[in-house]
């Protein structure tokens, strides 16, 4: 298998995590699943991804005190192989695992995920189980100096036959589940050690190796950032996504700052290669966390966000809940003219950058249809302009422009220069050639 094939263009889809946090449920899965299918598949949305804790019993239950209960009881097989916890995915009882919600979500004709944390569980470890199809036992292939600075529940796994035999046996399980994506975290940047932030190198080779030899195409999505752009070629070589930020939230200046980690990483999208800008925290988020509120971002501050990641090539995982979706933010989100520039075939750059203001262009190789976004990055409204010429963005349409989030048509044959008069934090995006869909 050729894991650049697993995902021909960013994946695209609903991540638990920003509403939910570690109390997610079956019901609210196959709930956002079901609006998803009914709203959103047609315009590309597809994955359903269970964010962390499903294994956890009483996950938030001391959500006041604890994001994580400190060495909380876990769901576990024999083979130290975290389990969903039956009181939350009650499908999964008696042995089951994911593969009934799997089934489900399958069967609405999209594609299931879960999050994984690094390593073997901590209580494996000390309770010296069994590596499936090995005759070595947990507390052998624990390394109790890797820990996430975080999250209590695992040790990392120590190079060798040992961990990629324990590897092996959990995408064996996941692939039996059916799984299509797996978000793996305390991975992409292991926080913890500022010597050594990328001390789970060989963890993510292992777990490529795993989802190799596991005969199923599933996606590997690393976690958390920021990645290290000195590692580009190893993420590259093993995984399909990685996180260019810590996690993002609803803030105008992490929003800001992404246009300097985007220009850091935009030689490095390519198919089945997808630096990662994170969730969409749009719509309602934050229940789990014991504040359940709207987005905190602007409807402009919104069509920056989702217009930047497009014309980048992020893969888009949405934070709300889905089923309480308005218009406006579902209109932004089945965009079909702004959701085109998400593909590795258009291939995009950040033409400007400064404190007031980004550029970004992208042009479908070789001939195909171009893009040239104007972002206001100022606190005041303010113009900003492109000369498409010194661009180099005549199109077979020659200076015909259509702006993708109103329609307003443009003729600028004669001054050959996009222009437009942002709000604070606003944007414009242009396209012109071919409206062929890569979605």
Same mark, same amino acid.
């Given at each position: 298998?050729?894991?650049?094939?697993?995902?021909?263009?960013?994946? =695209?889809?609903?991540? %638990?995590?920003?509403?939910?946090?570690?109390?997610?449920?079956?019901?609210?899965?196959?709930?956002?699943?079901?609006? =998803?299918?009914? !709203?959103?598949?047609?315009?590309?949305?597809?994955?359903?991804?269970?964010?962390?804790?499903?294994?956890?019993?009483?996950?938030?239950?001391?959500?006041?005190?604890?994001?994580?209960?400190?060495?909380?009881?876990?769901? /576990?097989?024999?083979?130290?192989?975290?389990?969903?916890? &039956?009181?939350?995915?009650?499908?999964?009882?008696?042995?089951?695992?994911?593969? &009934?919600?799997?089934?489900?979500?399958?069967?609405?004709?999209?594609?299931?995920?879960? !999050?994984?944390? $690094?390593?073997? &569980? $901590?209580?494996?470890?000390?309770?010296?189980?069994?590596?499936?199809? +090995?005759?070595?036992?947990?507390?052998?292939?624990?390394?109790?100096? +890797?820990?996430?600075?975080?999250?209590? #529940?695992?040790?990392?796994?120590?190079?060798? %036959?040992?961990?990629?035999?324990?590897?092996?046996?959990?995408?064996?399980?996941?692939?039996?589940?059916?799984? #299509?994506?797996?978000?793996?975290?305390?991975?992409?940047?292991?926080?913890?050690?500022?010597?050594?932030?990328?001390?789970?190198?060989?963890?993510?080779?292992?777990?490529?190796?795993?989802? *190799?030899?596991?005969?199923?195409?599933?996606?590997?999505?690393?976690?958390?950032?920021?990645? @290290?752009?000195?590692?580009?070629?190893?993420?590259?070589?093993?995984?399909?996504?990685?996180?260019?930020?810590?996690?993002?939230?609803? #803030?105008?200046?992490?929003?800001?700052? =992404?246009?300097? $980690?985007?220009? @850091?990483?935009?030689? !490095?999208?390519?198919?089945?290669?997808?630096?990662?800008?994170?969730?969409?925290?749009?719509?309602?988020?934050?229940?789990?966390?014991?504040?359940?509120?709207?987005?905190?971002?602007?409807?402009?501050?919104?069509?920056?966000? /989702?217009?930047?990641?497009?014309?980048?090539?992020? &893969?888009? =995982?949405?934070?709300?809940?889905?089923?309480?979706?308005?218009?406006?933010?579902?209109?932004?989100?089945?965009?079909? %003219?702004?959701?085109?520039?998400? +593909?590795?075939?258009?291939?995009? $750059?950040?033409?400007?950058? #400064?404190?007031?203001?980004?550029?970004?262009?992208?042009?479908? *190789?070789?001939?195909?249809?171009?893009?040239?976004?104007?972002?206001?990055?100022?606190?005041?409204?303010?113009?900003?302009?492109?000369?498409?010429?010194?661009?180099?963005?005549?199109?077979?349409?020659?200076?015909?422009?259509?702006?993708?989030?109103?329609?307003?048509?443009?003729?600028?044959?004669?001054?050959?220069?996009? %222009?437009?008069?942002?709000?604070?934090?606003?944007?414009?995006?242009?396209?012109?050639?071919?409206?062929?869909?890569?979605?």
């Amino acid at each position: 298998m050729n894991k650049n094939d697993f995902a021909a263009t960013p994946p =695209m889809g609903w991540n %638990s995590y920003d509403y939910y946090d570690t109390t997610v449920n079956e019901a609210q899965v196959r709930q956002n699943a079901e609006y =998803m299918a009914a !709203h959103l598949k047609e315009y590309g949305w597809q994955y359903v991804v269970v964010d962390i804790q499903w294994y956890a019993h009483d996950a938030g239950a001391q959500r006041e005190k604890y994001q994580y209960l400190p060495f909380g009881e876990l769901a /576990m097989d024999e083979y130290g192989r975290l389990k969903p916890d &039956p009181a939350r995915f009650p499908s999964s009882a008696n042995g089951a695992g994911f593969k &009934p919600l799997a089934d489900a979500i399958h069967s609405l004709g999209l594609k299931f995920g879960i !999050h994984i944390m $690094r390593g073997i &569980p $901590r209580i494996a470890a000390h309770g010296r189980l069994p590596v499936k199809g +090995s005759g070595i036992r947990a507390d052998e292939i624990a390394d109790p100096s +890797s820990i996430c600075g975080w999250n209590p #529940d695992m040790y990392g796994v120590r190079k060798g %036959s040992g961990g990629q035999a324990y590897y092996d046996s959990l995408l064996e399980l996941y692939a039996d589940w059916g799984v #299509d994506l797996i978000k793996c975290d305390d991975i992409c940047n292991t926080n913890l050690y500022v010597n050594a932030p990328y001390s789970a190198q060989h963890e993510v080779e292992m777990i490529a190796r795993a989802i *190799e030899k596991c005969g199923r195409q599933i996606v590997l999505s690393l976690s958390p950032g920021p990645a @290290l752009i000195e590692k580009a070629w190893h993420y590259e070589t093993y995984a399909n996504m990685w996180r260019i930020t810590d996690d993002f939230w609803d #803030d105008w200046r992490l929003l800001k700052e =992404m246009f300097r $980690r985007c220009e @850091l990483w935009q030689s !490095h999208v390519s198919k089945g290669c997808y630096p990662d800008c994170d969730m969409l925290p749009v719509g309602y988020l934050g229940k789990g966390f014991g504040r359940e509120r709207c987005t905190n971002f602007t409807k402009e501050e919104q069509r920056t966000m /989702m217009t930047l990641w497009c014309i980048f090539g992020s &893969p888009l =995982m949405i934070g709300a809940e889905l089923t309480k979706l308005d218009e406006d933010t579902l209109e932004l989100l089945t965009n079909k %003219s702004v959701l085109n520039m998400l +593909s590795p075939e258009c291939r995009a $750059r950040q033409y400007a950058l #400064d404190e007031d203001k980004a550029i970004w262009t992208a042009r479908y *190789e070789p001939d195909g249809p171009a893009y040239a976004a104007l972002f206001n990055l100022s606190d005041e409204t303010a113009r900003v302009e492109l000369d498409l010429q010194k661009a180099d963005l005549k199109t077979q349409d020659g200076y015909v422009w259509e702006e993708l989030w109103t329609g307003e048509r443009r003729d600028v044959s004669a001054q050959k220069v996009l %222009s437009a008069t942002l709000p604070p934090h606003g944007c414009a995006v242009f396209g012109s050639g071919s409206p062929e869909a890569a979605v």
